[in-house]
């Protein structure tokens, strides 16, 4: 008789699945959007302004024959959603998958996955932001890590800020994987924007939050040292069977 193979979660299904557990443990609610997205919801709520690059035809799949329409290009869509159903405080997080219409290569997909994670009451501030991510981080990649914060934009945080985490593999000796300076760009985060509260009827003299979005994609590259991002996509049982 044939042996029968028995098959198991993808690799893509197994991190979202983990990283869902950590927020999860930390009080966040996971929440779910539309991948098909108003204008409205993927740009406008979220203080993107009509004349903004990410608007561009070269970032954004915009749905033929639907005006306004757009596969959206990030999950930042379900906290405008999730706001206009819910009072603070509010804690969730939302993966899924994201859109962006650009040319495919090693670490390019026009297709991936982000997990937004998104926290508004009356007392979040940066500090409680850069301890969240922290807590991530380690439980994500079961290693001691680092966070540094740099200055950076992006239109629904004020402060925006790039954040790099210390590098799990040399430990701050300096590798390939940090390209020897010991840190490694991870995500974009910041603090909630008050045009993006007030827009959805939360007082932001009152209530602040942070925001930050990571691709599950890259950290999974970075874990587990994938060297191309289409291998998580092409469905090869090759390299599945190693996870
Ligand atoms: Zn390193």
Redesign the pocket.
């Known amino acids: 008789m044939n042996k029968q193979i028995k098959g198991h979660l993808h690799p893509m299904t197994q991190m979202i699945n983990e990283i869902n557990s950590i927020f999860f443990d930390m009080g966040f609610e996971i929440a779910d959007g539309p991948e098909m997205e108003s204008e409205h919801y993927n740009f406008d709520a979220l203080n993107i302004p009509e004349n903004h690059p990410a608007r561009g035809m070269q970032d954004t799949f915009w749905v033929k024959d639907k005006k306004s329409t757009v596969m959206r290009t990030h999950t930042s869509n379900v906290q405008i959603r999730y706001m206009q159903n819910n009072k603070p405080p509010l804690r969730i997080i939302a993966p899924g998958k994201v859109f962006r219409n650009e040319a495919t290569d090693s670490t390019h997909e026009a297709q991936f996955y982000q997990v937004e994670a998104f926290m508004v009451d009356e007392t979040t501030t940066l500090g409680t932001l850069k301890g969240v991510i922290k807590i991530f981080l380690e439980k994500f990649f079961n290693k001691d890590i680092d966070i540094r914060f740099r200055p950076s934009y992006f239109p629904f945080v004020e402060p925006g800020i790039e954040v790099d985490m210390s ?1 799990f ?10 390209k ?1 300076t ?1 840190w ?1 760009e991870v995500l974009g985060a910041g603090m909630v924007h008050p045009n993006v509260l007030d827009g959805v009827g939360i007082d932001s003299k009152k209530y602040q939050g942070f925001a930050f979005g990571v691709g599950i994609d890259r950290l999974g590259m970075l874990k587990y040292g994938i060297d191309d991002v289409r291998l998580l996509y092409q469905g090869d049982l090759r390299f599945v069977n190693q996870f």
């Open positions: 590098c593999k040399c430990e701050g000796k300096g590798c390939s994987i940090c020897n010991g490694i």
